[in-house]
């Protein structure tokens, strides 16, 4: 349990909401998504001395929460001996000065937090281009009317990443550095794109796993591949992406992909930031929607990963829906259908049924087969390399041996020239 003695060390803030009837449904905040704040708050290093929610019709133009509120906010942070305050709301430049005006400390938003983190978790090269392309693009329009609150120095949650130099002194700068990091990542798209179109060329299909933070995403990988990534149970504890080769069957060979955590009210930013990770979405085959079945909010969290599926995600990509932790919860909590699959990544429960499923869902029949082609038909291997998977070719006194993974078209044409089924 932690001492009150590691309490004091940390920053301790006040979580503030506001539940406004203007507000869209993904921009208002509610005790729910305060709770995942304050969940937010400890990945970040941080520790809660309490929540304020306020219901208004509409934010106030100047203190957002409206001033009483606002007063009732600093009455707490003083009380608390807090040294920051949390909104769950994205606020602008002058909300935000307004606040500090008021409070008297250091304001965040959640957007703010979840960059703080991602800077935090970042540990590849990608993966920092990323998220300081992700913080340049939050602070650009908030330099006006921000006074010093950018200048904040000296460590501790919100001045991780760009927020060691003085970005209200320059904005030339930022934007140049803005465009000097998109060019960067413009790079490592078409690194990726040469070994998308390799992986293409050999047929090798991709499977993303997708999920909302903290749903089990890599301790799935880890389970399936061994890959050995760092899997603790805390938001966004792997940012950078891993890719790897898992054998579901004597047909089929995948590259799976982890992906970054999805959550509610995601930074627009780091959407577009991440672009060169996300992507892999849209090139995917097939996508593992990790649900965490034990969630008490796993309904909204999945209607939070479909919606982002939808805008990223090919369209009529199959999706199948993974409900990991299904040993903490009874059968009959999980639906049941052709692409539900309840597991346990944790223990190995449900690993079988799961590479079923993938097999079902990207085999489509596919046949694992010795192909004898005659030498007058030598170009067809070339056929066969671009547009199937080429396990090993042997010339042989009878023809051209090719081991391959066919599907059902080029089965079909190569049916008379099959020598062995594997």
Known sequence: MESNFEKQVQERAVLVGLNADTFKQDQTATD??????????????????????????????HSFIGEGKALEVKMLVEATESTMAIFDNELSAGHIRALEEILGVTVLDRSALILDIFAQRAKTREGRLQVELAQYKYLLPRLSGMGTSLSRQGGGIGTRGPGETKLESDRRHIRERIHRLENELDQVRQVRAVQRQRRMKNSVPVVAIVGYTNAGKSTLLN?????????????????????????????????????????????????????????????????????????????????????????????????????????LVSREDIPVGEDVVAMSARNGQGMDALLKAIENALGHSRHHVVVTLPYSMGGMVDTLHSSAQVLNVDYTAEGIAVETILDPILYGKLKDYITKEC
């Open 32 to 61: 729910e998504t305060l709770e995942e704040l304050e969940a937010l708050l400890e990945t970040a290093g941080g520790f809660c001395t309490g929540k304020v929610l306020q219901n208004r019709h509409a934010p106030d133009s």
């Open 223 to 327: 389970q399936l591949t061994e890959a050995g990534i760092p899997a603790n149970n805390r938001l966004f504890d792997t940012l950078d992406t891993t890719s790897r080769q898992l054998h579901v069957s004597d047909n089929l060979d995948v590259v799976l992909s982890d992906t970054v955590g999805f959550i509610a009210k995601l930074p627009h930013h780091l959407v577009d930031a991440f672009h060169a990770t996300l992507e892999e979405l849209e090139y995917a085959d097939l996508l593992l929607h990790v649900i965490d079945a034990a969630d008490p909010n796993r309904e909204q969290h999945i209607q939070v990963v479909e919606k982002l599926i939808d805008k990223l995600a090919k369209p009529g990509t199959p999706v199948l829906q993974c409900y990991n932790k299904a040993d």
